[in-house]
């Protein structure tokens, strides 16, 4: 099973990566509103965590990633963002109040979690009734860069993934051509 390793950093956030996933116009894809609460799980440094603040103005953004390295990048970057905080996390415990969360944000981590259906469960224990579930992950192709082929989750048999654990596939979001889009309800 594909880990993230923290000495690749570099890969978290570069001119390729922003070219490829600019994350304001990525997250704006998912169309999130202006208010709730997003959490960003496995947030890294606050690629996505950061601009998803923006976006969510009149409300608030928690990212949460199992290394504390990560965590305290993402801190020093956000530091005078007043509607974002990170915290540690355990992989299948997150430390976040049930029901209370409008949308949930993954990207590039499902396909390192080895008990998904545990996984999923935590997020529906956070999730809000109706609330949305947006994924990005890697196409089940070779690619330049990214997780081996035997570590991907094609786009279908993560719909399949999440539908067993009651989420309702919306829609399918174009992202680039190494990774899919999908955005999901909590039924």
Known sequence: MHKFNIKSLDKLDNPKRRQLMPPIETLKKFQLGDKGTLLDIGCGIGYFSIPAANILNQGKVIGLDIMPEMIDIAKEKAKNIANIKFIKSEEYSFPIQDTSIDYVFISNVIHEIENKA???????????????????????????????????????????????ANFAHLEDVFINMDHYGLKFKLI
């Open 118 to 164: 545990k996984y999923f469960n935590e997020i529906r224990r956070v999730l809000k009734p109706g609330g949305l579930l947006c994924i990005i992950d890697w196409e089940k192709k070779e690619t330049e860069m990214g997780p081996s082929i035997n570590d991907r989750i094609s786009k279908e048999e993560m719909i399949k993934i999440c539908a067993s």
